[in-house]
């Protein structure tokens, strides 16, 4: 009965003791989660934080912070902060005072463990009446940096010989050095001539570079129509200047030829019209028979017999000697 009993008891020990290690394993199965009483108060109203799948025994902190808490705990109210502990269920409650942090909204109360597995949730908290502000950028964000030259690639048509806008290709190799990857990012591209501030336009890159990988970026630039002379292509992401090109655009001097042709056809043009209009205006006048014609209708009209008046002849005219005119014929 002895032997019998002792087995008895070592199968219940051994039992209970799978059930006690069963329990906080379900509990570590299960990630932690936070809960906040009022999603919006006022400053110095009480919150109450219920928690659950924490690890069984730790301490847990809690923290209302500003700026989402970019920048570690000093954004925070640590002096008005709250602790509890978690229960064998993994399970806590806690009250906190919801005290105006340090730093503008958006606001967050921030429940971390103490020790342990470093388990940490961020509850959002909108606090009537504190500043809001634009939350400065994380800590640890995508950084895009180039890995080699930028170039320039396409080249210019007929049509840009006559004043069409030039355009290229920006192309550069671009590689993340930073720990997140860089989704759709939206880039500043910006062209200036010669030493002018250059004029910057957002272009989105459809893609994705993932940490310590490289991709080809490739944007499309368009400068004005008949825009010429010494330019400069930058790339900028953020604030940071990432590549930039020189682009020398040649002269179109298809317009210079256009110019003249019109300084040449547009005077012959005007000259047409005014000359058209002239004789348009101008009173029209008999025209005057040719001398030549009056003298053959003369001759017709005097006959055969009769001699036609020229305008550049005059017949001589002859009379009969009268009866006391000497002569010399006969004259004795």
Request: proline letters at 11%; glycine letters at 12%; a neutral charge.
């Amino acid at each position: 009965m002895t032997g019998r009993s002792g087995a008895r008891a070592a199968a219940a020990a051994l039992t209970a003791g799978l059930l006690a290690a069963g329990s906080p394993a379900a509990a570590a199965d299960a990630p932690p989660a936070a809960q906040l009483s009022l999603r919006e108060a006022a400053p110095g109203t009480e919150l109450t934080v219920t928690g659950t799948g924490w690890r069984a025994g730790t301490l847990v902190m809690l923290l209302v912070c500003g700026q989402n808490m970019v920048g570690g705990t000093n954004s925070c109210a640590n002096a008005e902060g709250a602790a509890a502990s978690v229960g064998g269920d993994g399970r806590f409650t806690a009250r906190l005072a919801a005290a105006a942090p340090p730093k503008p909204c958006p606001c967050i109360v921030h429940v971390a463990s103490v020790g342990g597995d470093a388990a940490t949730v961020a509850l959002p908290l909108a606090l009537t009446g504190h500043p809001v502000a634009e939350p400065p950028p994380e800590q640890g964000a995508p950084r895009l940096a180039a890995l080699g030259p930028a170039r320039l690639e396409g080249g210019d048509g007929i049509l840009t010989r006559f004043g069409a806008p030039p355009s290229r290709t920006f192309t550069v190799t671009l590689g993340n050095t930073g720990p997140a990857p860089v989704v759709d990012p939206v880039f500043r591209l910006g062209t200036a001539r010669g030493v002018l501030a250059p004029q910057w336009e957002e272009v989105r890159w459809k893609g994705a570079v993932p940490p310590g990988g490289r991709a080809e970026v490739r944007l499309p630039v368009t400068l004005g129509a008949g825009a010429h002379g010494s330019h400069t292509v930058s790339l900028a992401y953020g604030e940071t200047v990432l590549a930039a090109r020189p682009w020398a655009v040649s002269r179109p001097y298809g317009v210079l030829l256009f110019r003249a042709l019109l300084l040449l056809v547009v005077p012959a043009g005007l000259f047409r019209a005014g000359m058209a209009l002239v004789d348009r205006i101008r009173p029209a006048t008999a025209p005057e028979a040719p001398a030549a014609q009056e003298a053959a209708e003369s001759a017709e009209a005097a006959g055969p017999g009769e001699a036609a008046d020229l305008p550049w002849f005059t017949a001589p005219q002859t009379s009969a000697p009268s009866a006391g005119s000497p002569t010399t014929k006969g004259h004795q």
